[in-house]
């Protein structure tokens, strides 16, 4: 079984990928002090948006202002990096290498994006008085709501790695991936829901960002942490982001298997 | 152990538009231009021969070895390696070869080198025991110790490339593809390099496939030579054969003592040429008409003689000729 045989290189990758997260510790707290200033900044708008009601169509603003605080710490701290590693390493070629492993090239990325995630792990430590002083912490209302946070939450590392992954693997097609990027980073950042949470937006739009995969990044996993989960019940929720999850990884499958066959290789 | 037969690889690319817009023309026109890197290329390779792959820049040769390797897909044609397809048993085929290129490194930028080689021997399957084993026997071969907790990014070219080499025999593949492996080394360097890679084809059986512009790589190194320009198979056969059909004289070159007599040669069948410049002669000839001992015999009777060197033709003199006129003599 090549998957038994492999585990021990997934485990090697990802303790390298948790020591390279402690080399660039410095841009881990500079994402820190960004996070803090946005929710800092989201905290101030809608206080005033709320202008002075304890409540706005049934939520009140303290559950709105622990939303976004989580919300914003979780976006901090689940942001693959992974997309931009395969731009660089088709860019200069180095993806040659990665593809003459005898482990395949996608599992190698969810080994290093995990070791990523571990290796953050103790700035959050960091991050949350940060986030507790700028915003607003508050505990989930019952232990249901926090295990099911962090089920919720695992999923939605996952998903956001399969999204990171396909982005990156776009670069087998163009290189030019500045613009792509930026629109995806807006488009993918509000859509989320981390700058306005689904029940505030207006129907249309809320109806097309229900139809799109990045609500389970944020959206979903928080709303059920504050005890009003997206769909009604946390499990149902749960349920749309292994949906997501499965397509997802079933659109990785297609791309990659395309991306091998184009591959073109920078330089001599 | 290699078996390449009719592969053909073609790039894309979108056609240049040149003149006014051209830029914006180019990004809307439809028009590709094909690039065949390689057209018509078939070869075999046994276990445990060493082949130098040479040609031109540009001739094909890194593509042949991405193909080889299982990174880059062929458009037509079959490779198969120890039995299998690179690009289909991609990870299988992983664990058969070991592959250098002199322009990249496989190790991580940021981290000391022995850790890259920890990385790698785990993602080749090794244990602990196994590695520890044959990292020290690389080490003996390759001197590593000095560099082995620096960060690759901090190393030399001369060390990075035999922490590269380190990392392409550590879990001894049966085969080795090395592209440019002497490239930008200096000359105590590009020996050790030369003689680690002797040493490995005669302790451990590998199989080499080298491809190199220092040609004393392949002097040095092998026995057989595929030439390739652009794209086609020019000349597939044994060093020696190579430098006959081109090159079928050798020369003696002779150094007089000084002040000494320098008189004219007398005219002997085989003598093909003769440069003549104050204390020193060389003799082109054709040793299939004359006898080496009959031709010093005729020079040393006439001249005061100090020195004598007989000299084959260079590969290098060779391999000008054939990318130059672009075909192989028959």
Redesign the interface.
Known sequence: MSFVANIPAWRELIRASIRFQFMYRFSVIMGILLAGVTIYLLTVVWTSAYAGQDEVGGIPLKLMLVYLTISNLQSWYLKPGIGFDIVDRVREGQIGFDLTRPVSYPSQLIATAAGDQLGMLPMVVVALPVAAVLGELAAPPSWQAGVGYLASFIIAWFIAVELAMIIGLVAFWTLEMTGFMMVYNLVGGFATGALVPLWFMPDLLRQAVQLLPFQSIVYVPVSIYIGIPATGSMYTAMALQVFWAVVLAGVIAIVWKRALYRTVIQGG | MIEVRDIARE?RRPRQVHGPLGGLRTFFTREVDIVHAVSNVSFSIDAGEVVGYLGA??AGK?TTI?ML?????PTSGTITVNGLVP?ED???N??N?G?V?G??T?L?W??PLI?SL??IA????METAHYERNLARLDELLELTPFLDTPVRQLSLGQRMRGDLTAAMLYEPKILYLDEPTIGLDVVAKERMRGFIERVNQESGTTIMLTTHDLADVERLTKRIIFIDKGLVLFDGPVAELKHRYAPYRELHVTLAPNGDQPELPQMPGIIDIEETPGRLEIRFDPATIAVADLIAAVVASHPVTDLAIVEPALESVVREIVQSGEVRR
């Open positions: 790039f820049n540009g890194s991405k390797s299982g990174i880059l897909v690009w991609r990870e299988a992983a664990l070869i592959v290129f322009q990249r496989q991580w940021d981290l850790d920890r990385i785990k993602l080749y399957r």
